[in-house]
């Protein structure tokens, strides 16, 4: 497949159809790896799941909101550790909107390649003729095993030593696009949940960066297309409810076949029979059900407006970010319902429920759902003057 000329046509929705029983079967290995397997990767990579949000102009799939959640979901069903290095290789390709078309060429050029990154500006680029040298270590990192360019967030630094100043009195703050040969991948992922993510530290040291490899995502314009006009951190924490929502489907479906089997200690009734898991079980398929239908609600009203007028509003911004947000809360809340309702069953390594427990639990901490966006959410609802550049 071409730059220019894509030779077939790609349903990501029945690829993670077809991908979903073979990694759920590898589940455990995924999370003993610490990270996603590279054959795994590269199969995601070879069926084109990671070019989800690279425009169609360069080879890419530019796939609707709504499918790339859904296709992220229905993974997320089979194993949260995969589905979400899926959506950071897919949403990492937004950046090839905002390049120049020869620097996209280079990067995202091999229909194949895997790309992965932190905005966070944890480093420092300083100019030199070559465009940035490059000095940094970032967290976070999903997928960076598995990638063949890693991004960074840096501050440019004039001559002083100080961050450069925007003329709108910000920072200068850009994604630098390194080769992954030329980073240091810091063995640091040893945590509670998403464990095959393999979200590891990295480091970059000297790493020369062209300025064309490099983008200012809150203040460059990407091309002028519907998707691109859809907030690009917005659509990150899209990903990360996606990841949620699958896994919170898969714990309900759990525990309702465990009910079926187990009698809970000191009673003679199977747990299906219990009026409290009933209760439980109606709360949590209320939760998962209204948060994905008022994300659904608010993907579909921006998508309709970007078609139509190339731009999405502050009100579709904000309704996104709080549907996000509420879908991953409501999701922990659902999964926390069906563990507890498992009893001592959910414990075990055996159990999926453990697993689906601790993963939740990791995803809520990130800074794209975490409670900070409903006060920034919460101040546009009442009217205050509020720094809209991350929304």
């Given amino acids: 497949m071409s730059m220019l000329d894509r030779s077939e046509e790609t349903d990501p929705l029945a690829l993670a159809d077809a991908l979903a029983g073979d990694i759920a079967a590898r589940a455990d290995e995924i999370e003993a790896a610490r990270q996603l397997p590279q054959d795994i990767a590269e199969q995601f ?36 550790s995969a589905a979400w290095c899926l959506f950071i290789g897919a949403t990492s390709g937004m950046v090839s909107a905002f ?7 280079q990067i995202f050029g091999d229909p194949k390649a895997i790309t992965s990154g932190v905005f966070a500006p944890k480093g420092k680029a300083v100019r030199v003729k070559e465009g940035f040298k490059v000095n940094g270590q970032w967290q976070w990192g999903s997928g960076s095993r598995n990638a063949d360019w890693i991004m960074g967030g840096a501050f440019v630094m004039d001559d002083s030593g100080k961050p ?16 992954a040969g ?20 990295y480091a970059a040291q000297d790493v020369i960066v062209p300025e064309a490899h490099s983008v200012d995502l809150i203040h460059d314009k990407p091309l002028e297309r519907p998707l691109y006009a859809f907030p690009t951190f917005g659509f ?10 699958g896994m919170a489907r898969t714990a309900i479906d759990e525990l309702v076949g465990l009910a079926v089997e187990k009698t809970p200690q000191g009673s003679f009734k199977p747990l299906a029979m219990k009026p409290m898991a009933h209760v439980d079980v109606a709360e949590a398929e209320a939760l998962l059900r209204s948060a994905r239908a008022f994300l659904e609600e608010a993907t579909g009203a ?43 069953s959910s414990v075990y390594r055996n159990s999926p429920l453990q697993r689906i427990f601790r993963d939740v639990h990791v995803a809520t901490q990130h800074m794209m759902v975490a409670g900070p966006t409903l006060e920034l959410t919460g101040r546009l609802f009442m009217g205050l003057d509020t720094d809209t550049a991350m929304l």
């Avoid at 007028?309 to 922990?332: M, N, Q, W, Y």
């Fill in 302 to 344: 921006a998508w309709e407006a970007a078609q139509a007028e190339g731009v999405i509003s502050i009100p579709h911004r904000r309704d996104l970010r709080l549907a996000t947000t509420h879908a991953v809360k409501s999701s922990a809340k659902a999964i926390d319902l069906m563990y507890t309702l498992a009893g001592g």
């Fill in 99 to 105: 390049l120049p078309k020869e620097a996209a060429q």
């Fill in 236 to 245: 990150l924490g899209m990903g990360i409810a996606a990841v949620t929502l």
């Fill in 182 to 201: 030329e980073v240091d991948i810091l063995d640091t992922w040893y945590v509670s949940g998403l464990q095959g993510t393999g979200s590891t530290d």
């Fill in 45 to 80: 990579a070879a069926n084109g799941l990671y070019r989800m949000c690279i425009p169609e102009a360069y080879g890419g799939l530019e796939t609707p909101p709504w499918t790339f959640i859904e296709t992220v979901e229905r993974l997320a069903r089979a194993d949260g």
């Fill in 164 to 179: 450069e100043v925007l003329s709108n009195g910000k920072p200068n703050n850009r994604m630098m696009i390194m080769k």
